[in-house]
């Protein structure tokens, strides 16, 4: 009873202090209701029954009640009725999580939040289970048997019922007769105020001047208006709205007559209220005005705890009635800079409603998340201000808004580093890692605290914690492993599955077994993205083996790789629940680490690595293990070196052979990291030296090849062969040169030797000629070899070895062969043809360098034909500097008809090149054999090679220090037809590209043929030259010869057409009269010049150096694109 009566007493003060504090009481009259709570597993009942009949006989029967909890003992068995009782309290208490329900499901429904997302941060609710429990006089209870995770669970159905009890009777004793006795007081002076209007008015005036109103301009409690306010917060709180507001809005009206703008702006909102409160029963709509009148009257007289009140509730108002723009803008309103909890709380809620819109805003959703985390974060709220910035960021995820995804990064990265959930940032920092507009400065920044965090964790973990470093990235499926690579030079590469080497690879097996297997299995040396991968790749006993990885540097500074290595598992052959890796049994593969690897901002590189395996097994690649650092631009470390990881990762080919897998995103297996270690083969290693990379157009180099066997075990059955057969021939293997069905030249290379034995070499002689055409083209070989002894028991039959190089070709003499019936008065070359060769030095002017050319020899190869100087005496040595023209002629005489080819020689220079004729001769064998072969796409064969033209050229050039490099070449001219008259035909093309245009001297066009109609669209005017192309005369005798030359023209134009007629003279030819001449010619009319040349020594001069125009500039053809030679003899 002593505990009543000072809880009364105490009670009784607070109301009666001055100034009021809180709690603040709603009347003076209150109701008082005596509670006595009987613990029965503390207290005992007779105490508590004597406790509560004095409590009744001082305060009254129905102002007391005693009500008994807890009636199961914790020493005895619950019954069965009790395990279904339900929790007294779940109805009232909300889930435990810190967002609202109906907003974490439209969240959901939005697709922002992740089904499997766990909010970690939530808010303890007082009646929920806590860890630790105390008595009421503060000391620990004594353990219980039963659980504390469910509330209520020591309640009985008695309590229950008690409770139940408890409650009825405090409302229908205490509670409504007490409200019931306020309102009727109220009501009266309520209804004597409206009755009494002005009266009651002037009454209510006098009393605020004298008592009810201070200066400060409020009211006392006992006034007039605050009794009114009672009067309708007492109708809202019993749900009789409509009475309540017309109790406020009595109320708005008399405050706003006495100027007393907080009370008026208190009454409009509740007025505001109770007209929502009714629903759809209200008899007018709700005002909307009233609480965005109240809140800007807070907001004008600075009471920011009512404005929040006002803002809150009209929110809610607005809410449900699905309002949610202007709802937000409220919200935002009353956001500040003097408040941050109270922003940011404001502000996520603003987010919440443009998320609750039809349809949902997202982006500004997203934005006042990041806003509200900001705010939340400078109140020092951490759990919330996470939860914020990690809702944010699924929206603004994969949007390529980085700078946005960046601020939301290092804010979660650095807030779960702050709540000690450091898996949680390490993750959200390694997204920073990618490649960005950010500044290099900044990016150093989210390295430096992404090591650190990797570092933390990684010490936090322990060592069976593996996780992938974020940087640097390895590319997409970009891992290759090579079984078989060699020293190779720098312009070689090795090519993976490709149809070529497939090719090549079938002409050598067809060579060397004289058939193909049933079931061919290609030989598989490198092992990419590019391939099924279906099997292991299988590696030989103590050969290294090339793994290559590509790695991608995304961030805009220098990183540094160091002690870059490769992890790997190994298991030995016939155990298979055994394995070791590379920490535990490091000796069973051999490897090297790479001591530094510095990768440049933004860039991608390939890292090789070298294993050689010690043991028979399965070799499987995990990862690949460096120290990693970050340089400045001034390439000093900023960093110490951090250890990390990169795991190796591949997969095949997408599988789409089902309707599954059409549907669906799946993959095939991939092998290529599961390497098959077999027994010792052999090895052959093919060293090119003096490799070229560019060569001009026909240019002829050596090459010395050496081949030795580095394997163990003795290969036999060496063969060669190569994608471009007419570029390449062998030293002393010519004559065992041919052509497979594959069109792949196959050389058996070990005809001097039966077996290469382990340590021993074989040198040979590469001879490569390059195109004729200026290109880069890829020249590959393939070796092929098998093994000497069948007894090993490998699977392997046999080995290749496949190098690649590119060449580039540039220009640097072109020449062009025309040839012409002639008659011959001597009888040593009676029907002879001449052969005119136009060779042009086309190379580059260079202040660099000068280039001369010298033509050495001329050579034909025809089993019919052979080549013949035109002269007894020896010819002078020719050479053609850069931009000259040299013109030589030599006769084509015909042999007897013999099957034999044999090749025939005209010296032109004293200069001689250093390359046998079977070199020679092998070049010029290829024409005849493509002419053989029909062109891509057609299944007529061409026209067959009559004749093979070469010329043999010596090239000089000196750089500007004096220093002369010489080098050879040869030009191959075929011949298609020839025949004593020799007709304008388009001849086809020789298989191979050939930049050396071929051509036959056409019979000299009539009068006649020249007045044939043409149909030529671009065409105005045609011309053609009518001579004598042959002479012979003594110069010794007439200084100067003039010949007759008639020059015709043909007129396609419907309008008369201007011609102009320029010479131009060249060395030991001028024309004579006018140097520019000009006609007109009618429409479709034919007209002649009568012309003459001046000869002033022998040899053969082209008459084209005329210069035939019209004035416009139109086209003018000439029918016959060939020099039109005149021949001057000594006769």
Sequence with gaps: MSQFAQLTITQHQQQQQTPAKLPKWFAADLCRYYVLLHDCTEGEDPKAEAVYQSMKSKYGVHSCHLLRINSVLPNTEETPSNETLPDPWSNFIRPRSSMPSKEHQEMKTNGILDSKQVNSDTVDHPLGPSTTEKSYSGVPRRPRTRSVSERGCWLS????????????????????????????????????????????????????????????????????????????????????????????????KDFEGDKTWLYCAGAQEMAGLSIFMQGAAAQRNYPTHYLDGAIDVYQTCRSQSFMTRSVLLSTEVLKVKGLWLQAASQFLKLTGEEFDLRSAVLLEQAAYCYLNMSPPQIRKFAFYMVLAGHRYSKSSQRKHSLRCYTVSSQVYEGRDWTLAENHIGVSVSRLSSQLSLSLQALSHASKLLTESSEQPHQQCVFLKEYLQLYQKVKADEGEKWRSEMAVPQMVDNEVMVTTEQFEMPTNSTVYSDDVRWTQLEEACVLKSQGSLPLVFIKSTPSYNKYMTNTHCPRAVLGETQFVRVMVYNPLGVVLQLTQVGISWRFQPSGEENFSFDSKNNPDVVEQTNIPVI???????????????????????????????????????????????????????????????????????????????????????????????????????????????????????????????????????????????????????????????????????????????????????????????????????????????????????????????????????????????????????????????????????????????????ESPPNVRVNQSEVALLNVYLTQLHKDKTQCLSRVHLNSEQVAMGDEIVDSFLSVPFVQSEQPPAGEGDQSDPCVAVVGVVWKRFRMDVNGITTQSAGLHCLPILTMSEEVETRAGRSPSFNNQFTVLEIPRRPTYTELAAPRQHA????????????????????????????????????????????????????????????????????????????????????DLNSLAVTTLDNTFVRHPASVPHLLIVEKG
């Design 157 to 252: 159905s008695h309590d229950h019922d008690r409770l139940k009890t408890f409650v009825q009777e405090f409302v229908v004793r205490a509670v409504i007769p007490w409200a019931e006795r306020l309102i009727k007081a109220y009501n009266e002076l309520y209804q004597s105020k409206k009755r009494a209007g002005s009266l009651i008015k002037s009454l209510f005036n006098r009393g605020k001047q004298t008592e009810s109103k201070p200066v400060s301009g409020g009211y006392l409690p006992e006034s007039p208006e605050m009794q009114l306010r009672r009067l309708g917060d007492l109708c809202f709180m019993f749900q009789l709205y409509e009475q309540a507001y017309s109790v406020y809005h009595t109320l708005k």
């Design 1018 to 1101: 671009d065409c105005r005017v045609e011309y053609q030259l009518l001579y004598e192309s042959h002479f012979m005369v003594d110069l010794s005798k007439h200084r100067v010869c003039v010949f007759p030359v008639t020059l015709v023209l043909k007129s396609y134009s419907n309008v008369d057409v201007e011609v102009c007629i320029q010479h131009q003279n060249v060395d030991g030819l001028m024309w004579s009269g006018k140097t520019c001449s000009k006609v007109r010619i009618s429409p479709y009319q034919e007209t002649s010049l009568h012309m003459a040349v001046t000869i002033l020594r022998y040899g053969v001069y």
């Design 598 to 872: 510095d990768l440049l901002p933004l860039s991608r590189q390939w890292i090789l690595f070298r294993l050689v395996p010690k043991a028979l097994g399965i070799l499987n690649l995990l990862s690949i293990n460096y120290h990693v650092a970050y340089k400045d631009v001034s390439s000093e470390l900023l960093s110490s070196p951090v250890q990390g990881e990169l795991l190796l990762t591949v997969r095949g080919p997408r599988l789409n052979s089902s309707v599954k897998d059409k549907t669906s995103v799946s993959y095939a297996d991939d092998q290529r990291l599961y390497i098959n270690i077999q027994s010792e083969l052999p090895k052959l290693q093919v060293i090119f030296q003096s490799l070229p990379d560019n060569m001009l157009c026909g240019e002829i180099v050596r090459v010395p090849v050496k081949l030795t066997n580095v394997g163990s075990v003795a290969l036999r059955r060496l063969h060669v062969t190569c994608n471009e057969p007419q570029m390449v021939t062998f030293s002393d293997y010519t004559d065992v040169q041919d052509y497979s069905p594959f069109s792949r030249k196959v050389i058996e290379l070990d005809t001097r030797v039966a077996t290469l034995s382990p340590a021993d070499s074989l040198d040979v002689e590469l001879w490569i000629r390059a195109e004729d055409t200026p290109m880069s083209k890829p020249l590959n070989f393939l070796f092929y070899y098998e093994l000497a002894d069948d007894s090993t028991g490998t699977k392997i039959r046999h080995r290749c070895s496949r190098y690649s190089f590119v060449i580039t070709t540039t220009s640097g003499l072109t020449t062009q062969c025309n040839t012409h019936i002639r008659a011959v008065k001597d009888a040593t070359h009676l029907g002879s043809y001449l052969s005119s060769i136009l060779v042009h030095n086309c190379s580059k002017q260079s202040h660099e360098a000068a280039t001369e050319f010298a033509v050495t020899d001329i050579l034909c190869k025809s089993s019919g034909w052979r080549v013949t100087s035109l002269c007894s």
